[in-house]
């Protein structure tokens, strides 16, 4: 539904996108991650038909984002990084306003604003004006408005930026909803738990070029595999641990001056401190295997966890 090829962007000394390709089938999410100045915004607004590449091409809905411009702006929603609603005029104005630009007829216009407050959880608040609204409200009627042509494709450029964790979840929730009514959409984050929660492809964008794409999964399993962690109730008692849990400490790296910070599928601790992190083939059961060890060793944890990568390592992994 989103298949971009060798898009590039220059503006004037700075090389924006170097070269970029996407591939998103219809019905799924793609989420684009990257440090500031990657290229995110620039390859949202080249989609939407807001920018013209300068090298590349790229279509959405089988449509030239170039040459069948007029025509693709009926079929995608764009919900920017700022919300675009006018602040001075009522929920419902805004939304018909948003259908009469987009040529619907008054009743329709009317009628279709009905309808989109009624499912953003906004109905009460229609009538009144925007500046009154929260923060999620903003986001939501700003989401409602992108959605007047009910477009195939959405494309939203940081949906949840400052929003409270519960407004973040009421978003998360309406997004899935229109995905699996089939909307394919792509989004720009900087929230991790964001990409992984929604997205079916995390694509990381690192100065203007594609640093790594692929499924949550896959791309956590590039940094390494699960971890057990062991906070010891005493310091010392790391050395005493090893000791019993003797060949499930798995390949040895030597005691590291440091805590280890990044990913790492071998052992880790610090002598005389009181955190021992070794590699878990099994995952739950590894754990399992440890705890039991533990116990029968007579060694006290204060603390004892499963880790499974995550996307903020991979993310710091790949764009270090
Ligand atoms: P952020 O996470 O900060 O929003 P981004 O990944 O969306 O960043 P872009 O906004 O696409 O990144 O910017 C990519 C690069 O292009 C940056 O170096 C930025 O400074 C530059 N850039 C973007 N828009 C313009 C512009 N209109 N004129 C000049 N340079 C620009």
């Known amino acids: 539904m ?11 000394a700075t090389e924006a996108l170097r ?22 915004t620039t390859t949202v607004r080249i989609l939407a038909t807001l920018l013209r590449p300068d090298g590349g091409r790229a279509e959405v809905a089988g449509l030239d984002v170039v040459r069948d411009a007029a025509r693709l702006r009926f079929r995608i929603g764009l919900a920017g990084q700022h919300a675009a609603v006018d602040e001075l005029l009522t929920g419902r104005r805004n939304l018909e306003l948003f ?19 009624e499912r953003f959880g906004l109905a009460a608040a229609g009538r009144r004006l925007v500046r009154t ?10 989401l409602a408005a992108s959605l007047i042509v009910a477009p195939p494709v959405l494309f939203m450029d940081e949906p949840t930026a400052g929003l409270d964790p519960r407004s973040r979840r009421e978003l998360w929730d309406a997004l899935r909803d229109l995905v699996r009514e089939g909307t394919t959409l792509l989004l720009t984050t900087q929230y ?14 690192r100065e203007g070029r594609v640093a790594a794409a692929g499924s949550p999964g896959e791309l956590k399993r590039q940094v390494g595999g699960d971890r057990v962690q062991i906070v ?4 010392g008692d790391a050395a005493a641990a090893l000791g019993a849990l003797g060949p499930m400490s798995g390949p040895t790296s030597g005691p590291t001056s440091a805590p280890t910070s990044g ?18 083939p099994d995952g739950a059961q590894s754990l399992v295997r440890v705890a ?16 499974r990568p995550t996307l903020d390592e991979v993310f710091l992994h790949l764009t270090a």
């Open 192 to 205: 991790l738990d964001e990409a992984d929660h929604l997205a079916d492809q995390v694509v990381v964008l």
């Open 263 to 280: 990913p790492t599928s071998g052992l880790a601790f610090e002598p005389g401190g009181t955190r021992v992190t070794l590699p878990a």
């Open 2 to 12: 989103i298949c971009a090829e060798g898009l590039r962007k220059r503006y004037a």
């Open 232 to 235: 010891f109730r005493h310091p």
């Open 19 to 40: 070269g970029i390709d996407l591939d998103v089938p219809a019905g799924t999410v793609c989420g684009l991650v990257g440090p500031n100045g990657a290229g995110k």
């Open 99 to 117: 259908g009469r630009l987009y040529h619907l007829s008054r009743a329709r216009a009317r009628s279709r604003a009905e309808e989109l407050l």
């Open 133 to 142: 609204y929260s923060g999620g409200m903003r986001r939501r009627l700003d």
């Open 292 to 307: 039991r060890a533990l116990d029968v060793a007579g060694i006290a944890v204060e603390d004892l966890a499963l880790r």
